[in-house]
C-alpha cells in the first residue's frame, strides 16, 4: 500500500506571505501529525490530528495552523511567513494515533523562505 | 518536563558495533522508539520497546532500557556504510498523541 505522501517536496516563498502544506497519510490511517525540523531545533512537535479534531498541540504561535478533511488528508498553513520557519516539515501518520509504535513519516516538505 | 537527550556524533569502522546513547526525562514514557533518517529522506522507523520490557533484538540491532537510570541504547551489530545516517532516540506516552524526539546522532561509518 502507498506510504504518507507529501506536496509540494520544495517550496520557496518570501517573508511576509503564506504557505500551505499538504499531507495525505496511509490508507485507514485517521491520524496525521505534523513536526517541524529545523538544524537549531530539531524536530519538534506541531500538532496532532484525528477525525478531523485537532487532538493535541505543540508550542507554537498561531500562524501555524492545520486541518484535517473527511478523508484524513491534511493540511497545515502558516501565515506571515518568517526566515526562521525555513525547515523541513514532516507528516507521520497512524491508525487512530493510539498505536504510536506504528506511526509512518513521509518525506517531507522543505520550506526556504527567503 | 518531557526532554530526550542523544550524543551528536559517532563514528566507527565498517564491521565494527555501534552504540548509540539517549536518555529521557519523562517517567511516564510508555513507548520508546529509535528512528532513522539519511540524507533528504523522512524518518524512518528502526525499532521500540515498551517501557515494561528491558530488551528487544531485531536482526542486527538491540535496543537495551534501563528504566531505573532512564536511559535507552540502540546497538547496531556489524555495521555497515548504508548504516550511516542520524538516529533519532523518541518517547511517547499513552494518550499522549505527541512524540517527543532526541536532536539525533549522526552516525559516520567509515571504510
Known amino acids: 500500500k502507498a506510504g504518507v505522501t507529501q506536496t509540494p517536496r520544495y517550496l520557496i516563498k518570501t517573508r511576509g506571505q503564506q504557505v500551505t502544506l499538504s499531507c495525505s497519510p496511509i490508507?485507514?490511517?485517521?491520524?496525521v501529525s505534523w513536526y517541524q525540523q529545523t538544524p537549531g531545533q530539531g524536530l519538534q512537535f506541531l500538532f496532532e490530528?484525528?477525525?478531523?479534531?485537532?487532538?493535541n498541540k505543540g508550542n507554537f504561535p498561531g500562524r501555524f495552523s492545520g486541518r484535517q478533511f473527511s478523508n484524513s488528508r491534511s493540511e497545515m498553513n502558516v501565515s506571515t511567513l518568517e526566515l526562521g520557519d525555513s525547515a523541513l516539515y514532516l507528516c507521520?501518520?497512524?491508525?487512530?494515533?493510539?498505536?504510536?509504535?506504528?506511526?509512518?513519516f513521509g518525506p517531507g516538505t522543505r520550506l526556504t523562505v527567503t | 518536563g518531557e526532554d530526550v537527550e542523544q550524543s551528536l556524533f559517532l563514528s566507527v569502522r565498517e564491521g565494527d558495533s555501534s552504540v548509540i546513547n539517549c536518555t529521557y526525562t519523562?517517567?511516564?514514557?510508555?513507548?520508546l522508539y529509535w528512528y532513522k533518517q539519511e540524507p533528504g529522506a523522512g524518518l524512518q522507523l528502526l525499532t521500540y520497546?515498551?517501557?515494561?520490557?528491558d530488551m528487544k533484538q531485531d536482526q542486527r540491532l538491540t535496543v537495551l532500557l534501563n528504566k531505573k537510570d532512564k536511559h535507552l541504547s540502540l546497538r547496531i551489530a556489524d555495521t555497515q556504510t548504508g548504516d550511516s545516517a542520524i538516529y533519532f532516540c523518541?518517547?511517547?506516552?499513552?494518550?499522549?498523541?505527541?512524540?517527543?524526539f532526541g536532536a539525533g546522532t549522526r552516525l559516520f561509518v567509515k571504510a
Open positions: 507521520a501518520s497512524s491508525l487512530d494515533g493510539t498505536r504510536e509504535w506504528e506511526q509512518y
Open positions: 490530528y484525528f477525525s478531523e479534531t485537532q487532538r
Open positions: 490508507s485507514g490511517h485517521r491520524s
Open positions: 519523562d517517567s511516564s514514557s510508555t513507548y
Open positions: 523518541a518517547e511517547s506516552y499513552t494518550g499522549g498523541f505527541k512524540t517527543i
Open positions: 520497546i515498551f517501557s515494561n520490557m
